[in-house]
């Protein structure tokens, strides 16, 4: 085998018991190469890293076939500490990574492991912190970090040893505009200062890629499909325009100009004559009649866009399959009127006595979505957790009705041991005939008698939705319901909510993608300095950069060049939900397994949301407490 | 014989540490029964015995690897004693040891291949009375007229709390899918050879 592959692998392959499996792939990366892994959920993105770093078979269980290995060690062969000096890894949950109390030990921990001298390790313990973005963590407690807070440490712990391969493992989930740009720049570093090779798995490339666009990512992709066979494997020049539409169908975020050609359906146009070939003139739509179909047809006001992007597939506008309708995103002013349905006045929040929000007054009224936005460590999850009543406020107090709530971690609210009693924690004995139909909503039948511990990622999360809103609460609290989740789940997750707040719902969302707030949120409530910044809309929020930077956070290309186009709010959300149509109308239901067909049912069809939303489904003023206490 | 893997070593020691702090609080139900039970509150220690029993046949039944009972029963007392202060004092870990061997006897003459209800049900007795006469020699009990009611307290309270018990919670734990990467859960597995989907 050659000496320059710092990672190898020959027909790759790995079977788990579940029946899922990756590959068999092929790779080879030379120090300095990197390479970006994509797929949808569940397409074995992470077994593959798994592989790479001996984890899988070593201790998950799994079928090998083929050979890996990492900077010239046979991984199969190897044993963990063999290993551990030729690899970083940074885990796609941060939370399972940590094991020592403060953020000094943990970093310098691999240090020790590897037995690097005393005098050493200082320096290197700072070099790593201040890469990803760390310095000022150094003297907390690992107990005591926000999620992107801790995603921050993983890295630095990752990169503190300068390791011969980084493998990253979503390493951006959770972060802040400012965590963004540390990974880039620490990828970055890693290639430069000490040649390592890098092979990174993300959702969030649009974020990831910057202002540099896709030039600043890993040169080679390998894209994965639903059941793990590689689909498309090369450098990301030379991608084309039939892969990029099927990265899309499949759930892949991508760069902005690429997925706008893959909308456009074709490459190098500019960023607004591709978003003009996207969204289309009402004029164009008529101007090819060829392109509508009956299905088209049907689905009504959608049918522009499968005739604006000109190339789509006749039959793939299906309206099950579309996203809202554009009309009722235009909220009714009406509901502002409404009396709110929770309160807060001079909360102030925080762990044991420090405060880390003071003086918030907010309010949620019926039937709208509010999205909570800060930098990391803001106090986001802080202050969902006082509204909903799980945790003491400092000072103020919280008025109104008891709230429903998602956590970051699914896994942390689950209290049940079947999926189908996981619905049934708390829901009164007239109720219970809501199970089922909520089952069916979120495509989790067949999974009723499951441990919840033992569903994927995407699977919990459509769970811990489904549980908060069987009891149809007047107000709902989400932790940043799409982590981890890809584009067409993370759609159907936002989707659910959205249509909660239809149906007359106060919906509060902490989200760091600035994409979803301004596609779903009627409001933006912004932390900062501890305290509520702002209460504001979600253009007003793009066009003050000001506030934005306070709030660290920062819009893609793409937002920017929408946010200007827009004239308010309705518009730039309309045009949102024109290019998720447009990307939902590459959705592949053939190519995808039983699993990923059943998360198409997550979200229900348009006209099924009117009738609910007509309907007025009511909410119990009075349900006992659920999965959120 | 194979080294222990590392996660195997870190569930026995976690294992170990948070029985030991059960093992406390139970200590501590044990004061309050025996003031409950008045004249009879000596008699209390038997009828919690089996309690006291409860790692060494979880530890076995997921990791089923020779000696990994008496070493979680071991780290269990050494966490009562030195960190949290029992009653008992150091001899408590002589009688741990004892406890874990009787525990652990029935699944060794297995050959730890067999984990039903039977095997469970003499782990408890057996960890219940093989330490019986260490603690009946170390207090004095033997020519009290009580000694096999003793005995048969002591023997009962291991056949449930410490045996059947045991079989109940590894049920219960197998069933959440957190011990399939552990020798229990390959054992489920290896009935069925992976195949491929898709």
């Given at each position: 085998?050659?000496?320059?592959a710092?990672?190898?692998?020959?027909?790759l392959?790995a079977v788990?018991?579940?029946?899922?499996?990756?590959?068999?792939?092929?790779?080879?990366l030379?120090?300095?190469?990197?390479m970006?892994?994509?797929?949808?959920?569940?397409?074995?993105?992470?077994?593959?890293?798994?592989?790479?770093?001996g984890a899988?078979?070593?201790?998950f269980?799994?079928?090998?076939?083929?050979?890996?290995?990492?900077?010239g060690?046979?991984?199969?062969?190897?044993?963990?500490?063999?290993?551990?000096?030729?690899?970083?890894?940074?885990?796609?949950?941060?939370?399972s990574?940590v094991?020592?109390?403060?953020?000094?030990q943990?970093?310098?921990?691999?240090?020790?492991?590897?037995?690097?001298?005393?005098?050493?390790?200082?320096p290197?313990?700072?070099?790593?912190?201040?890469?990803?973005?760390?310095?000022?963590?150094?003297?907390?407690?690992t107990?005591?970090?926000?999620?992107?807070e801790?995603?921050?440490?993983a890295?630095?712990?990752?990169?503190?040893?300068?390791?011969?391969?980084?493998?990253?493992d979503?390493?951006?989930s959770?972060?802040?505009?400012?965590?963004?740009?540390?990974v880039?720049?620490?990828?970055e570093?890693?290639?430069?200062?000490?040649?390592?090779?890098?092979?990174?798995?993300?959702?969030?490339?649009?974020e990831?890629a910057?202002?540099?666009?896709?030039?600043?990512?890993?040169e080679?992709?390998?894209?994965?499909?639903?059941?793990?066979?590689?689909?498309?494997?090369?450098?990301r020049?030379?991608?084309?325009?039939?892969v990029?539409?099927?990265?899309?169908?499949?759930?892949c975020?991508?760069?902005a100009?690429?997925?706008?050609?893959?909308?456009a359906g074709?490459?190098?146009?500019g960023?607004?004559?591709?978003?003009?070939?996207?969204?289309?003139?009402?004029a164009?739509?008529?101007?090819?009649?060829?392109?509508?179909?009956?299905d088209a047809?049907?689905?009504?006001?959608?049918?522009?866009?499968?005739?604006?992007?000109?190339?789509l597939?006749?039959?793939?506008?299906s309206p099950?399959?579309?996203?809202r309708?554009?009309?009722?995103h235009?909220?009714?002013?009406?509901?502002?009127?409404?009396?709110?349905?929770?309160r807060?006045?001079?909360?102030?929040?925080?762990?044991?006595?420090?405060?880390?929000?003071e003086?918030?007054?907010?309010?949620?009224?019926?039937?709208?979505?509010?999205?909570?936005?800060?930098?990391?460590?803001t106090?986001k999850?802080?202050?969902?957790?006082?509204?909903?009543?799980?945790?003491?406020?400092?000072?103020?107090?919280?008025c109104?009705?008891?709230?429903?709530?998602?956590?970051?971690?699914?896994?942390?609210?689950?209290?049940a041991?079947?999926?189908?009693?996981?619905?049934?924690?708390?829901?009164?004995?007239?109720?219970?005939?809501?199970?089922?139909p909520?089952?069916?909503r979120?495509?989790l039948q067949?999974?009723?008698?499951?441990s919840?511990?033992?569903l994927?990622?995407?699977q919990?999360?459509?769970?811990?939705?489904?549980?908060?809103?069987v009891h149809?609460?007047?107000?709902?609290?989400?932790?940043?319901?799409?982590?981890?989740?890809d584009?067409?789940?993370?759609?159907?997750?936002?989707?659910?909510?959205?249509?909660?707040?239809?149906?007359g719902?106060?919906v509060?969302?902490?989200?760091?993608?600035?994409?979803?707030?301004?596609?779903?949120?009627?409001?933006?409530?912004?932390?900062?300095?501890?305290?509520?910044?702002?209460?504001?809309?979600?253009?007003?929020?793009?066009?003050?950069?000001?506030?934005?930077?306070?709030a660290?956070?920062?819009?893609s290309?793409?937002?920017?060049?929408?946010a200007?186009?827009?004239?308010?709010?309705?518009v730039?959300?309309?045009?949102?939900?024109?290019?998720?149509?447009?990307?939902?109308?590459?959705?592949?239901?053939?190519?995808?397994?039983?699993?990923?067909?059943?998360?198409?049912?997550?979200?229900?069809?348009?006209?099924?949301?009117?009738?609910?939303?007509a309907s007025?489904?009511?909410?119990?003023?009075?349900?006992?407490?659920g999965?959120a206490? | 014989?194979?080294?222990l893997?590392?996660r195997d070593?870190?569930?026995?020691?976690?294992?170990?540490?948070?029985?030991?702090?059960l093992?406390?609080?139970?200590?501590?139900?044990?004061n309050?029964?025996?003031v409950?039970?008045?004249?009879?509150?000596?008699?209390a220690?038997?009828v919690?015995?089996?309690?006291?029993?409860?790692v060494a046949?979880?530890?076995?039944?997921?990791?089923?690897?020779?000696?990994v009972?008496?070493?979680?029963?071991?780290?269990?007392?050494?966490?009562?004693?030195v960190f949290?202060?029992?009653?008992?004092?150091p001899?408590?870990?002589?009688?741990?040891?004892?406890q874990?061997a009787?525990?652990?006897?029935?699944?060794?003459?297995?050959?730890?291949?067999r984990?039903g209800?039977?095997?469970f049900?003499?782990?408890g007795?057996?960890?219940?009375?093989?330490?019986?006469f260490?603690?009946?020699?170390?207090?004095?009990?033997?020519?009290q007229?009580?000694?096999?009611l003793?005995?048969?307290m002591?023997?009962v309270s291991?056949?449930?709390?410490?045996?059947?018990?045991?079989?109940v919670?590894v049920?219960?734990?197998?069933r959440?899918?957190?011990?399939?990467?552990?020798?229990?859960?390959?054992?489920?597995?290896?009935?069925?050879?992976?195949?491929?989907?898709?």
């Amino acid at each position: 085998m050659s000496a320059e592959a710092v990672v190898l692998a020959e027909a790759l392959e790995a079977v788990l018991p579940s029946g899922d499996g990756v590959g068999p792939v092929d790779l080879r990366l030379a120090p300095g190469e990197r390479m970006l892994m994509l797929g949808p959920s569940g397409s074995g993105k992470t077994t593959l890293l798994r592989l790479l770093h001996g984890a899988v078979p070593h201790a998950f269980r799994a079928t090998v076939s083929g050979c890996a290995e990492l900077a010239g060690h046979d991984v199969a062969s190897a044993t963990v500490a063999g290993l551990a000096a030729h690899a970083g890894v940074v885990a796609q949950d941060p939370v399972s990574g940590v094991c020592l109390a403060t953020v000094e030990q943990e970093v310098a921990f691999p240090l020790e492991n590897l037995a690097v001298p005393r005098h050493a390790i200082e320096p290197a313990l700072r070099t790593a912190l201040a890469r990803a973005g760390a310095s000022h963590l150094r003297h907390r407690g690992t107990g005591g970090l926000s999620g992107g807070e801790l995603q921050r440490v993983a890295l630095a712990a990752a990169i503190a040893a300068e390791p011969a391969v980084l493998l990253l493992d979503e390493p951006t989930s959770m972060l802040d505009a400012a965590g963004v740009d540390a990974v880039r720049a620490a990828l970055e570093t890693a290639r430069s200062a000490t040649g390592a090779a890098s092979v990174l798995v993300e959702h969030r490339l649009d974020e990831l890629a910057g202002d540099g666009g896709a030039a600043v990512l890993p040169e080679q992709w390998l894209v994965l499909g639903p059941t793990g066979r590689v689909r498309w494997q090369g450098h990301r020049d030379e991608l084309d325009v039939d892969v990029l539409r099927e990265l899309v169908g499949l759930g892949c975020w991508l760069p902005a100009e690429l997925e706008l050609a893959a909308l456009a359906g074709r490459r190098g146009l500019g960023t607004e004559a591709a978003l003009a070939a996207v969204l289309g003139e009402t004029a164009t739509a008529s101007a090819q009649p060829g392109v509508r179909t009956p299905d088209a047809e049907s689905a009504g006001p959608r049918g522009f866009d499968a005739a604006g992007a000109g190339a789509l597939e006749p039959g793939a506008t299906s309206p099950a399959r579309v996203g809202r309708p554009g009309a009722t995103h235009a909220h009714p002013l009406e509901t502002h009127a409404h009396e709110p349905v929770l309160r807060t006045e001079g909360l102030a929040v925080g762990h044991r006595r420090a405060p880390v929000l003071e003086g918030v007054d907010l309010a949620l009224r019926p039937g709208e979505v509010v999205a909570l936005v800060g930098a990391n460590g803001t106090g986001k999850s802080t202050l969902l957790t006082a509204l909903a009543g799980l945790s003491r406020p400092l000072a103020g107090t919280v008025c109104g009705a008891r709230a429903g709530m998602v956590f970051q971690h699914p896994e942390h609210q689950f209290a049940a041991s079947t999926v189908r009693a996981e619905l049934a924690v708390g829901l009164p004995a007239e109720l219970q005939d809501r199970i089922g139909p909520m089952l069916e909503r979120f495509g989790l039948q067949r999974l009723a008698e499951r441990s919840p511990h033992r569903l994927s990622g995407g699977q919990q999360r459509r769970l811990s939705l489904a549980a908060m809103l069987v009891h149809e609460r007047p107000v709902l609290l989400a932790d940043e319901p799409t982590f981890g989740l890809d584009r067409h789940a993370s759609a159907d997750a936002l989707g659910a909510l959205r249509s909660a707040a239809d149906a007359g719902a106060a919906v509060l969302i902490a989200c760091h993608d600035l994409r979803a707030v301004a596609a779903h949120a009627d409001r933006v409530l912004v932390l900062a300095q501890g305290r509520l910044l702002a209460d504001t809309t979600p253009l007003a929020l793009l066009r003050d950069e000001r506030m934005r930077t306070a709030a660290g956070l920062r819009p893609s290309r793409l937002l920017r060049v929408l946010a200007a186009r827009a004239g308010d709010d309705a518009v730039l959300r309309h045009e949102l939900a024109r290019l998720e149509a447009a990307a939902q109308a590459l959705r592949t239901p053939d190519a995808s397994p039983p699993e990923a067909t059943a998360e198409h049912r997550g979200v229900p069809a348009p006209d099924a949301r009117a009738g609910r939303a007509a309907s007025g489904a009511r909410l119990a003023p009075d349900v006992r407490a659920g999965t959120a206490a | 014989m194979k080294r222990l893997a590392l996660r195997d070593i870190v569930l026995l020691v976690m294992l170990g540490v948070v029985f030991g702090f059960l093992y406390w609080a139970l200590v501590q139900a044990w004061n309050a029964l025996a003031v409950a039970m008045g004249p009879a509150g000596d008699l209390a220690q038997h009828v919690l015995f089996g309690g006291w029993l409860l790692v060494a046949p979880l530890a076995v039944a997921i990791i089923r690897r020779p000696f990994v009972g008496v070493i979680a029963e071991v780290i269990a007392s050494v966490i009562e004693v030195v960190f949290l202060g029992s009653p008992a004092g150091p001899t408590l870990l002589i009688a741990a040891a004892l406890q874990g061997a009787g525990s652990e006897l029935p699944f060794a003459l297995t050959r730890y291949r067999r984990y039903g209800w039977w095997v469970f049900a003499i782990s408890g007795v057996l960890g219940a009375g093989l330490v019986f006469f260490y603690s009946a020699f170390r207090a004095g009990w033997y020519g009290q007229e009580i000694l096999f009611l003793r005995l048969g307290m002591q023997l009962v309270s291991g056949l449930f709390l410490g045996g059947l018990l045991a079989k109940v919670l590894v049920d219960a734990l197998r069933r959440t899918g957190v011990l399939d990467e552990f020798a229990i859960g390959r054992a489920d597995a290896a009935l069925q050879a992976p195949q491929r989907v898709g």
